[in-house]
């Protein structure tokens, strides 16, 4: 009798080794939405998140309106964690802008917002404590001038997460980005996302940056996660300015994929 409970015992605690072996965390991205999640990749893992956006906007001058389209194309973010509490960040994105002033078409293109960064957990959800994480920002001086500084521009974001039900969560960033201009921009973004079903979420949220010198930008969008695969998840979501500015509106769809899987 012995035996048989030592063999039942070595069977039971093998099966739980190769259950926690296989067993995968769930899939966090920090698309299609503005806001950055404060939740890291798993060690070890690597993350691919990309998409394409397009912007219209419209500028309102004595001559006559100026139109601006904005095709961002592959605008990607790749993501490694390096420990348990720090995540490595590599971002950039193709962007070709098409401006029409009167019947003057001129076109722009280039490379983009090149991102070195870094994701720092500071807390885990506890009671009324939120889940919470530093982001560390370095945009670099590459690519094409027109869609950005000329210079290193640091920044940091704090975010926060926390769970309001079983189906509904809250997430919010505060952040600033500062120039070599002395001009300082601050960031807010406040997303809750709703677990409709398995594999589907539906999210809702507002954002938007304040700065010294240019007008207040305050837009809200609403967009969908279909989670194909444990690793893989298409994305898209639609926004739209709350106040006067150049961007009206924009659409963005994507995926992204986390390996090993």
Do not use: C
Not at 89 to 105: D, H, P, S, W, Y
């Amino acid at each position: 009798m012995p035996e048989i409970i030592k063999t039942l015992f070595l069977i039971l605690i093998t099966g739980q080794v190769v259950f926690a072996q296989t067993e995968r965390p769930p899939l966090s991205t920090d698309r299609p939405d503005q806001t950055e999640a404060p939740v890291l990749v798993p060690v070890k893992y690597f993350q691919i998140e990309t998409g394409f956006v397009f912007e219209t906007g419209k500028t309102a001058e004595v001559q006559g309106d100026t139109y601006t389209d904005s095709y961002n194309l592959g605008t990607s973010l790749l993501r490694y964690g390096l420990s348990k509490k720090v995540e490595l960040r590599l971002g950039a994105g193709f962007t070709l802008q098409k401006i029409q002033e009167g019947k003057v078409i001129s076109e722009e293109s280039g490379l983009a917002n090149v991102l070195l960064a870094s994701k720092i957990s500071l807390a885990e959800e506890e009671g009324f404590i939120p889940q919470s994480a530093l982001l560390l920002n370095l945009f670099l001086p590459i690519g094409n001038k027109s869609f950005f500084s000329d210079n290193l521009v640091p920044g940091f974001v704090f975010a926060t997460g926390y769970t309001l039900t079983q189906w509904l969560g809250m997430s919010s960033n505060l952040g600033m980005r500062f120039f070599e201009n002395d001009d300082q921009i601050f960031r807010y973004s406040l997303v809750f996302g709703f677990d409709v079903i398995p594999k589907i979420g539906i999210f809702l949220e507002t954002f938007g940056r304040i700065s010294g010198k240019d007008k207040p930008v305050h837009m809200a969008d609403l967009g969908m996660t279909y989670r194909i695969l444990p690793n893989l998840q298409l994305d898209t979501s639609y926004g739209l300015a709350l106040n006067d500015v150049e961007l009206d509106q924009f659409f963005n769809f994507g995926a992204s994929i986390r390996f090993p899987r």
